[in-house]
């Protein structure tokens, strides 16, 4: 089981905004920052957030990352066809002596 | 540009051991931490095991401690991941991924396009 909960899925119409919810706890997200990685089929995941909001060079503004508490998300607005994949959050858990989790992956779909 | 790539996946039998292997260029690779990730087949990421830079501090998926080991040689830039008393639930694509600091802390912003790793019964 992942330790940090996403939803498996979330969809919306070409130009709409998703948002992506990812929760953990005090150990990880409470904790350490939060980066987010979008894999497309078929590749290696790329990274798209940073440091909770810091996007890689590269990156479009239309992807924006937060963090509160023991929870963090990414929004996309202004959806494209070629933001549908699969979106994992990261964090580093304390516990444990030292780890990284992932989530579960939300799946995009745009209509 | 920054190059990772694994070597080593292969068909192993239930109970057997592999090591992967990872060499980095076009970067200053002794600097950086280096971190494993896992995907099996038609499921999510997972964290495998980290080495910081200097290769002091070696980090691992509490489920697969005691089954694992990782090491560096700066030399050669390269990473290795040894792996024991393999299960068919270890078959995956494994990832070298580079952390962007000198401690692993999930800043993975460079990936290799995998090994393949596949756990007969």
């Known amino acids: 089981q992942p330790v940090l909960t996403q939803p498996p899925s979330v969809s919306g119409t070409p130009g709409q905004s998703v948002s992506i919810s990812c929760s953990g706890t005090d150990s990880n997200i409470g904790v350490s920052a939060v980066s987010w990685y979008q894999q497309l089929p078929g590749s290696a995941p790329k990274p798209l957030i940073f440091?909770?909001?810091q996007r890689p060079s590269g990156v479009p503004e239309r992807f924006s990352g937060s963090r509160s508490g023991t929870s963090a998300s990414l929004a996309i607005t202004g959806l494209q066809s070629d933001d549908e994949a699969i979106y994992y959050c990261a964090s580093w858990d304390d516990s444990l002596g030292g780890q990284g989790v992932f989530g579960g992956g939300t799946k995009v779909t745009v209509l | 540009d920054v190059h990772l790539v694994e070597s080593g996946g292969g068909l192993v039998k239930s109970g057997g051991s592999l090591r992967l292997s990872c060499v980095g260029s076009g970067f200053s690779f002794g600097s950086f931490s280096i971190t494993w990730v896992r995907q099996a087949p038609g499921k999510g990421l997972q964290f495998v095991s980290s080495?910081?830079?200097?290769?002091?501090?070696?980090l691992f998926e509490e489920s697969l401690r005691g089954r694992i080991t990782i090491s560096r040689d700066d030399a050669k830039s390269s990473v290795n991941l040894e792996m024991d008393k393999l299960r068919p639930e270890d078959t995956a694509m494994y990832y070298c991924v580079r952390d962007d600091s000198g401690y692993p802390r999930m800043r993975l912003d460079s990936w290799g396009r995998g090994t393949m790793v596949t756990v007969s019964s």
């Open positions: 080495i910081n830079s200097g290769g002091q501090h070696h």
């Open positions: 440091d909770n909001s």
